[in-house]
């Protein structure tokens, strides 16, 4: 088994929204067992970071990352406009690319300039360096079932190369159409973590990282992870639910078909 191990960072922001689980406190207390869930779906965040225009015309994929986005940095107290960032997404917002596709095989003079312009994968990382005045590099990454793992993996790799906090970002939304078939998503949900080389000040943990094969992934073992299973970004949940309790934890999610990401959280 071949091992290579990563200098450890911390995390010093944290945020979380699901469809069920709508923000970071709400699902602490509910993976804790220290609240039950809400009964009813919860609507889509509206970030505040839009104007009321572009409020109501971004897709479901945007409002959900700059939501988490924007908690995390504000949990972290950083400047979001100086910070490099990493966003994630399996397949982008599936309920355009449907629209997109179902409309150019029927009526393609139609299509919308406004959908097609929050088409493109990287839509949720663009509006967000555009709301926040953000000149610092950002990347999009797309891996399919280890869009989480390689997306994290990028970030900490970021945080060591540059010495710097990074913000990473997580989020995947409900499939439609025939595209369904392919990425069987449902509901809403995005994390968000802001990483940090590791200071002399306590944060909410450190992760010592390394990079290994032939070792079994975390499965989530409270009830809550029921509530965010059939999302495509459901594999994230696993960190976010050891970082909940705020104890001591190995976490090992998936970078590939052979390649796992060993976190080891210490307080």
Known sequence: MNTRTL???QVAGISFW???LPGWDVARAVIRGEAVAPSANSPRPAPTLLAPTERRRAPDSVAL???VAAKACEAAQADAGALPSVFASTHGDLAISDYMCSTLATTPTLISPIKFHNSVHNAAAGYWTIGTHCDAP???ISAHHYTFGLGLLEALVQVIDADRPVLYVAFDVEGKGPLQAMSQSEGLLGVGLVLEPVRSEKRHARISAQIESDVP??????????LVAKNSMAPSFTLFEALAREQ???VVVATGSNSRLSLDLSR
């Open 65 to 67: 990352a700059l939501e």
């Open 248 to 250: 001591a934890a190995k």
């Open 7 to 9: 200098k450890p960072v």
């Open 217 to 226: 992934i975390t499965t989530a073992n409270s009830p809550a992870a029921e």
């Open 138 to 140: 950002y990347t999009a």
């Open 18 to 20: 699901s469809t069920r």
